[in-house]
């Protein structure tokens, strides 16, 4: 068994999109190592965080933030592009079928990584309160405020999941309806954006914090309305599936595949991204943030990653040195197994400043090796997660979303 589960993570199966696994690896990476930074500044003065954070050798770590926008982008492209498929052949989508296969895929690992969150509550209280622990069980937690959220980091699979029952339901209702996919897509999106917009005027303004160690109400403020929620995050979900709707257009990809498209792909990824990642924009923490730049800085960036996807998709110029990277072997252990090291290295960060708490200054060298040794440690627990939980309980769900189609076809047959 372990032995073939290890195979099943560092050999990989044909009929996947490598370059996707690609970016999952290095998202996933870049989480870890800004977490590794962010967690360090609870031990240090505003001051200080401020400093390592503008400093030109960790802008890279401090940007970090920003990885959580290619795991939307990723999710609305895989599940929509899987469910478009599902229709292509089936002419609907097996509801049943799929919500089995997503619970048993995500439930079981998340609800066990919880179970230790709670059992480490009674060795000490004092850290949280497990008053609110419930909206984590119903992956809603992300609606509460930031101060009632244990297990904070777990905000975002609470959005995917809330993502995976709308999508299929939202799919089906573009497809059943004959509705015009593009535009849809694009109104919802804009409607988001402007919904963001009226509440970074209506509740800001909200001022740049790199840290709670900044201002800590403000950057609850900051993290309740224009970071955590779903309405602050569905633009790029929506952007995901969309992709997936433009793979299957040959007209569009005919155009997005030329040497002008092509070439809009790459200047709007490189743009976005130079723009998203500049060291040089950084404004000081505490300044304020203009509303305009608050409603759109996450869904630019998410865009960024949309084209990159898309370049991928047509295999040319840019897009083909990308596929090629990305698609190295080297990224898919990591991507394998992407899942668990999102779910535990919140947990294992906090463990290693426990073991090994950090002085008032770092350097980009000492933070660097931190986030390798937490990086190596994750993977480890990681790995045991997916042979023992996650695969296990995958396979078993798709058993189970097989056998009640087969059942369902058989009760069709004898009405």
Known sequence: MIRAGLQEIFRRKPGRYESIDGIRALAVIWVIFFHTLFEWGNFVSSEAYEAIVHSPWNWLWTKGYLAINPFFIISGFLIGDLLLSEYEKRGGIDLRAFYTRRIFRLAPAYYLVLAGFVAYWFYDPTLYSLRTIWANVLYVNNWLPHRNQPAIWTWSLAVEEQ????????????????????????????????????????????????????????????????????????????????????????????????????????????????????????????????????????????????????????????????????????????????????LLHCPVVDAFYKLFPPGPEIGFARLTLNACAILLATFVAANGLNLFVETPMRKLGYRLARRKAENGLRESHVA
Not at 185 to 202: C, D, E, G, P
Not at 307 to 334: E, I, N, S
């Open 163 to 342: 993502f995976y029952i709308l999508c299929p339901l939202f799919i089906l209702l573009l497809r059943k309806k004959g509705l015009p996919a593009g535009k849809v897509i694009l109104a919802l999106m804009f409607l988001s954006i402007a919904w963001n917009y009226r509440t970074a005027v209506m509740k800001g303004p909200f001022k740049v914090l790199y840290h709670p160690v900044d201002d800590l109400d403000g950057y609850f403020r900051f993290f309740d309305y224009t970071y955590a929620k779903t309405t602050t995050r569905v633009s790029a979900l929506l952007m995901g599936v969309g992709c997936a709707f433009l793979k299957r257009d040959g007209r569009w990809m005919d155009r997005l595949s030329s040497p002008v498209g092509t070439f809009a792909l790459t200047f709007a990824f490189l743009a976005i991204s130079f723009v998203s990642f500049n060291p040089a924009y950084l404004p000081p923490g505490g300044s304020v943030s203009p509303p305009l730049v608050t409603a759109l800085f996450n869904p630019l960036s998410a865009f960024s990653f949309a084209c990159l996807v898309m370049l991928l998709q047509t295999k040319r110029g840019f897009g083909a040195a990308a596929d090629r990277f990305l698609g190295a072997d080297v990224w898919y252990p990591v991507a394998q197994v992407s899942y668990g090291l999102y």
